[in-house]
């Protein structure tokens, strides 16, 4: 199984409401990554999570919240959300310690209003 | 990571080879080359990876000159569904650290390939 599955596909939220999305992936990956795509430009990293532990932040406003709860998993908390922050919302996983491939979701289409 | 310089659109004709190019002028001997493609809202796809050898899978051929700087990605029958943007990505070895590198796209070549 070389899946990960995002959800909610599509997602509308305004501006002062609080939503998350999730990923998940049972590949065994101890890696997961958050990435944010606008239209007609190429992915930007967000997060990367190693082995359960935020080991980078790309600087993003703290309306953006990771969280990876255990190995299989990984949330992305939104709150207070503006307009520009609508995208597609990608996670991807990989292997740690080995230089392997990462593995993307179809993402998520987020919506703010 | 090391920065990539990529077309920003080329086409190809259904059949023939797609040549890809990439260069990668500052690339240090600790970073793999990596190629991921995306067609038209889809999470990134991997193609094939490599350090300095050639390498060739089930999708496409990776040839990496010898002084590393710069690379191609061959298709080498193009059809429809290659259509997509291909992305060259320079990425970090970091063996036994415990932390994951980071994949840093570039803005790479949307390829047409057409009748």
């Known amino acids: 199984d070389t899946e990960v599955t995002q959800t909610p596909k599509h997602l509308v939220m305004g501006m002062t409401n609080k939503k998350s999305l999730k990923c998940e992936q049972h590949?065994?990956?101890?890696?997961m990554y958050w990435y944010k795509q606008k239209a007609k430009k190429p992915p930007e990293l967000m997060f990367v999570?190693?082995?359960?532990?935020?080991?980078i932040n790309e600087s993003v406003p703290s309306r953006f919240s990771p969280e990876c709860p255990n190995s299989s998993l990984l949330n992305l908390h939104l709150h207070a959300l503006q307009p520009e922050d609508s995208a597609l919302y990608l996670c991807?996983?990989?292997?740690?310690?080995?230089?392997?491939?990462?593995?993307f979701g179809q993402g998520t289409r987020l919506t703010v209003v | 990571d090391a920065k990539t310089t990529q077309p920003t659109s080329m086409d190809c004709a259904e059949g023939r080879a797609a040549n890809l190019p990439c260069n990668h002028s500052?690339?240090?001997?600790?970073?793999?080359v990596y190629w991921y493609r995306q067609i038209h809202s889809q999470g990134p796809q991997y193609i094939i990876h490599?350090?300095?050898n050639n390498e060739t899978n089930e999708m496409a051929s990776l040839i990496i000159t010898e002084d590393r700087k710069s690379s191609t990605l061959i298709l080498p029958h193009a059809t429809l569904r290659d259509t997509a943007v291909y992305y060259c990505?320079?990425?970090?070895?970091?063996?036994?650290?415990?932390?994951?590198?980071?994949?840093?796209f570039g803005t790479g070549t949307r390829l047409q390939v057409t009748l």
């Open positions: 990505i320079v990425r970090l070895t970091l063996i036994n650290t415990g932390t994951a590198s980071k994949l840093t």
């Open positions: 991807a996983s990989s292997g740690v310690l080995r230089n392997t491939e990462a593995f």
């Open positions: 490599g350090l300095k």
């Open positions: 590949m065994g990956h101890r890696a």
């Open positions: 999570y190693s082995y359960e532990k935020l080991s």
């Open positions: 500052t690339i240090s001997g600790n970073e793999y």
